[in-house]
């Protein structure tokens, strides 16, 4: 009598190297999730609870804020980690719910798309932003450009 082996039904795939990508995006979703309540709810804390609420977010506000790298690099690793943890909970879906290979490849490549374009793009503006163009408004973006 012959048996054969049949894998455990939910046994991870791995590719040539050996490396369960699998894993990695599972425990990439529940650190990215825990980081970003944090962060997440810091920038509402500083946006709306501290000061006068919304009625005093304008360019002027965040004029102030992105002056200040913290509040950059605050935004910006809040931005990337927003869009990886989508992007990532997307190809899950994709992986879930497409039925062809070709479909499934199609799909998770436009989603990856979309992901590097908003990150390189939400990155640019976050660093280049330059309130000081123009002519500005309000007494504190004059403040903030004589100072620049």
Not at 121 to 135: A, H, K, R, S
Request: hydrophobic share 50%; with cysteine; net charge positive.
């Amino acid at each position: 009598m012959t048996t054969t082996e049949i894998a455990a039904p939910r046994s991870p795939r791995t590719r040539g190297n050996g490396t369960n990508w699998e894993k990695w995006g599972w425990l990439y979703m529940r650190v990215s999730g825990v980081v970003l309540v944090v962060l997440i709810f810091g920038h509402l804390f500083v946006n709306l609870w501290q000061g006068t609420g919304v009625s005093a977010i304008n360019f002027a506000f965040v004029a102030g804020k992105w002056a200040d790298p913290f509040w950059q690099w605050w935004d910006v690793i809040m931005l990337w980690l927003a869009l990886i943890h989508g992007g990532n909970g997307m190809r899950t879906i994709v992986n879930d719910y497409a039925r062809g290979r070709t479909t499934r490849g199609i799909l998770k490549i436009a989603i990856l798309a979309a992901v590097a374009i908003l990150i390189i793009l939400g990155t640019l503006v976050v660093f280049t932003f330059d309130p000081c163009i123009g002519n500005p408004s309000s007494d504190a973006l004059i403040q903030l450009c004589a100072a620049h």
